[in-house]
Protein backbone atom coordinates (compact mmCIF):
# COMPACT_ATOMS: atom_id res chain seq x y z
CA UNK A 1 0.00 0.00 0.00
CA UNK A 2 1.21 3.30 -0.97
CA UNK A 3 2.12 5.91 1.56
CA UNK A 4 -0.19 8.37 1.18
CA UNK A 5 -3.27 6.11 0.65
CA UNK A 6 -1.69 4.49 4.19
CA UNK A 7 -2.21 7.73 5.70
CA UNK A 8 -5.63 8.36 4.16
CA UNK A 9 -6.53 4.81 5.87
CA UNK A 10 -5.47 5.78 9.05
CA UNK A 11 -7.10 9.10 8.50
CA UNK A 12 -10.46 7.54 7.48
CA UNK A 13 -10.35 4.81 10.52
CA UNK A 14 -9.47 7.62 13.07
CA UNK A 15 -12.85 9.04 11.65
CA UNK A 16 -14.80 5.73 11.74
CA UNK A 17 -13.25 6.31 15.90
CA UNK A 18 -14.88 9.65 16.29
CA UNK A 19 -18.20 8.94 14.97
CA UNK A 20 -18.37 5.63 16.54
CA UNK A 21 -17.55 7.36 20.03
CA UNK A 22 -20.47 10.05 19.12
CA UNK A 23 -22.84 7.72 18.46
CA UNK A 24 -22.02 6.00 21.53
CA UNK A 25 -22.44 9.41 23.57
CA UNK A 26 -26.20 9.62 21.95
CA UNK A 27 -26.91 6.11 22.75
CA UNK A 28 -25.72 6.91 26.18
CA UNK A 29 -26.89 10.81 26.56
CA UNK A 30 -30.09 9.98 24.23
CA UNK A 31 -28.57 13.13 22.30
CA UNK A 32 -27.85 13.78 18.00
CA UNK A 33 -24.60 14.78 17.72
CA UNK A 34 -23.53 12.28 15.25
CA UNK A 35 -25.19 14.14 13.00
CA UNK A 36 -22.50 16.83 12.72
CA UNK A 37 -19.89 14.16 12.02
CA UNK A 38 -21.60 12.29 8.50
CA UNK A 39 -19.78 14.33 5.99
CA UNK A 40 -16.40 14.07 7.53
CA UNK A 41 -16.67 10.40 7.47
CA UNK A 42 -18.10 10.40 3.33
CA UNK A 43 -15.38 12.81 2.43
CA UNK A 44 -12.91 10.28 4.43
CA UNK A 45 -13.53 7.04 2.73
CA UNK A 46 -14.27 8.95 -0.51
CA UNK A 47 -10.61 10.44 -0.26
CA UNK A 48 -9.40 6.69 0.59
CA UNK A 49 -10.88 5.17 -2.15
CA UNK A 50 -9.38 8.12 -5.00
CA UNK A 51 -5.77 7.55 -3.09
CA UNK A 52 -5.83 3.57 -3.49
CA UNK A 53 -5.24 4.17 -6.97
CA UNK A 54 -6.66 0.64 -8.15
CA UNK A 55 -7.97 -0.45 -11.07
CA UNK A 56 -10.41 -3.04 -12.32
CA UNK A 57 -12.04 -5.52 -10.66
CA UNK A 58 -9.97 -4.55 -7.60
CA UNK A 59 -11.15 -1.62 -7.37
CA UNK A 60 -14.85 -2.34 -7.78
CA UNK A 61 -14.33 -4.54 -4.85
CA UNK A 62 -13.23 -2.06 -2.38
CA UNK A 63 -15.74 0.49 -3.96
CA UNK A 64 -18.76 -1.76 -3.14
CA UNK A 65 -16.56 -2.61 0.60
CA UNK A 66 -16.16 0.79 1.44
CA UNK A 67 -19.82 1.97 0.79
CA UNK A 68 -21.23 -1.25 2.80
CA UNK A 69 -18.93 -0.09 4.95
CA UNK A 70 -20.15 3.24 5.28
CA UNK A 71 -23.68 1.87 4.91
CA UNK A 72 -23.19 0.12 8.18
CA UNK A 73 -21.74 2.75 10.08
CA UNK A 74 -25.12 4.98 8.87
CA UNK A 75 -27.51 2.05 9.90
CA UNK A 76 -25.80 1.63 13.63
CA UNK A 77 -26.77 5.63 13.65
CA UNK A 78 -29.72 5.43 12.23
CA UNK A 79 -30.78 2.83 14.82
CA UNK A 80 -29.64 4.98 17.61
CA UNK A 81 -31.46 8.01 16.02
CA UNK A 82 -34.35 6.11 16.17
CA UNK A 83 -33.89 5.08 19.66
CA UNK A 84 -33.46 8.76 20.84
CA UNK A 85 -36.63 10.07 19.01
CA UNK A 86 -39.27 7.66 19.89
CA UNK A 87 -37.63 7.71 23.18
CA UNK A 88 -37.62 3.38 23.32
CA UNK A 89 -36.21 2.73 26.24
CA UNK A 90 -33.66 -0.40 26.20
CA UNK A 91 -33.71 -3.11 29.64
CA UNK A 92 -30.72 -3.16 31.60
CA UNK A 93 -28.91 -6.03 30.19
CA UNK A 94 -29.64 -5.07 26.50
CA UNK A 95 -27.70 -1.47 28.00
CA UNK A 96 -24.76 -3.45 28.96
CA UNK A 97 -24.33 -5.40 26.10
CA UNK A 98 -24.73 -2.66 23.77
CA UNK A 99 -21.92 -0.49 25.87
CA UNK A 100 -19.71 -3.67 25.93
CA UNK A 101 -19.98 -4.18 21.87
CA UNK A 102 -19.32 -0.71 21.60
CA UNK A 103 -16.13 -1.16 23.66
CA UNK A 104 -14.61 -3.90 21.47
CA UNK A 105 -15.71 -2.00 18.57
CA UNK A 106 -13.52 1.00 19.60
CA UNK A 107 -11.13 -1.47 20.53
CA UNK A 108 -11.18 -3.03 16.96
CA UNK A 109 -10.54 -0.15 14.97
CA UNK A 110 -7.22 0.87 17.44
CA UNK A 111 -5.58 -2.55 16.38
CA UNK A 112 -6.82 -1.72 13.27
CA UNK A 113 -4.95 1.34 13.05
CA UNK A 114 -1.72 -0.13 14.76
CA UNK A 115 -1.50 -3.04 11.72
CA UNK A 116 -1.60 -0.32 8.86
CA UNK A 117 1.41 1.89 10.67
CA UNK A 118 3.23 -1.67 11.51
CA UNK A 119 1.73 -4.25 9.02
CA UNK A 120 2.48 -6.83 11.55
CA UNK A 121 1.04 -10.16 10.59
CA UNK A 122 -0.09 -10.08 14.65
CA UNK A 123 -1.55 -7.17 14.54
CA UNK A 124 -3.77 -8.93 11.33
CA UNK A 125 -4.38 -12.10 13.39
CA UNK A 126 -5.73 -9.91 16.28
CA UNK A 127 -7.94 -7.92 14.14
CA UNK A 128 -9.36 -11.28 12.88
CA UNK A 129 -10.21 -12.89 15.61
CA UNK A 130 -11.53 -9.92 17.49
CA UNK A 131 -13.94 -9.72 14.00
CA UNK A 132 -14.98 -13.10 14.72
CA UNK A 133 -15.69 -12.66 18.21
CA UNK A 134 -18.07 -9.87 17.18
CA UNK A 135 -19.88 -12.12 15.31
CA UNK A 136 -20.45 -14.85 18.05
CA UNK A 137 -20.93 -12.39 20.52
CA UNK A 138 -23.73 -10.38 18.32
CA UNK A 139 -24.92 -13.98 17.58
CA UNK A 140 -24.97 -14.55 21.30
CA UNK A 141 -26.58 -11.07 22.42
CA UNK A 142 -29.65 -11.82 19.96
CA UNK A 143 -30.62 -15.12 21.55
CA UNK A 144 -30.24 -14.03 25.02
CA UNK A 145 -32.43 -10.61 24.01
CA UNK A 146 -35.00 -12.99 21.76
CA UNK A 147 -35.08 -14.86 25.50
CA UNK A 148 -36.00 -12.02 26.90
CA UNK A 149 -38.42 -10.50 24.42
CA UNK A 150 -40.43 -13.66 24.99
CA UNK A 151 -40.38 -13.10 28.89
CA UNK A 152 -41.67 -9.60 28.31
CA UNK A 153 -38.38 -7.90 29.51
CA UNK A 154 -37.77 -6.07 26.29
CA UNK A 155 -40.45 -4.51 24.32
CA UNK A 156 -40.88 -4.99 20.58
CA UNK A 157 -39.50 -1.53 19.36
CA UNK A 158 -36.82 -1.59 21.44
CA UNK A 159 -36.00 -5.50 19.93
CA UNK A 160 -35.87 -3.80 16.85
CA UNK A 161 -33.46 -1.17 17.36
CA UNK A 162 -31.72 -3.62 18.67
CA UNK A 163 -31.39 -6.18 16.73
CA UNK A 164 -30.26 -3.46 14.06
CA UNK A 165 -27.53 -2.18 16.21
CA UNK A 166 -26.61 -6.04 16.34
CA UNK A 167 -26.44 -5.84 12.71
CA UNK A 168 -24.83 -2.83 11.89
CA UNK A 169 -21.79 -3.83 14.41
CA UNK A 170 -21.57 -7.33 12.99
CA UNK A 171 -21.33 -5.03 9.45
CA UNK A 172 -18.43 -2.70 10.26
CA UNK A 173 -16.09 -5.41 11.63
CA UNK A 174 -16.83 -7.38 8.57
CA UNK A 175 -16.42 -5.28 6.16
CA UNK A 176 -13.11 -3.75 7.80
CA UNK A 177 -11.49 -6.87 7.57
CA UNK A 178 -12.53 -7.39 3.98
CA UNK A 179 -11.38 -3.54 3.31
CA UNK A 180 -7.78 -4.17 4.95
CA UNK A 181 -7.44 -7.53 3.29
CA UNK A 182 -7.73 -6.10 0.04
CA UNK A 183 -5.80 -3.42 0.61
CA UNK A 184 -2.77 -4.89 1.88
CA UNK A 185 -2.90 -7.69 -0.60
CA UNK A 186 -3.50 -10.59 2.34
CA UNK A 187 -5.43 -13.13 1.13
CA UNK A 188 -6.78 -16.08 2.83
CA UNK A 189 -9.13 -18.98 2.01
CA UNK A 190 -12.01 -17.33 0.57
CA UNK A 191 -9.89 -14.59 -0.94
CA UNK A 192 -7.48 -16.45 -2.71
CA UNK A 193 -8.95 -15.09 -6.07
CA UNK A 194 -9.12 -11.11 -5.14
CA UNK A 195 -5.43 -10.97 -7.57
CA UNK A 196 -6.35 -12.87 -10.58
CA UNK A 197 -7.63 -11.23 -13.36
CA UNK A 198 -11.27 -11.17 -13.99
CA UNK A 199 -12.39 -11.85 -11.02
CA UNK A 200 -15.48 -9.68 -10.28
CA UNK A 201 -16.92 -8.78 -6.88
CA UNK A 202 -19.80 -12.44 -6.59
CA UNK A 203 -16.23 -14.37 -6.44
CA UNK A 204 -16.11 -13.56 -3.39
CA UNK A 205 -18.40 -14.51 -0.06
CA UNK A 206 -19.09 -12.51 3.11
Known amino acids: ?38 DDIKDCLQTLLNSLDYVGDLDLMLDHRLQNLQDHLFDLAAAVQEKVE ?20 KAFLRIAVDFLRTDSATQFRWLEKRQAECRKNCDECAASHEKRLVEGICIPDASLVYLDMLHAFAGVHSQLVNVIRLCAGIQDARAAKVGAVGIGISSLSW
Not at 10 to 27: C, Q
Open 1 to 38: MKDRARMDFIHALTSVATFMEAVENDFRKNGLSHHERI
Open 86 to 105: KRIVFSDPATEEMSRIFKES
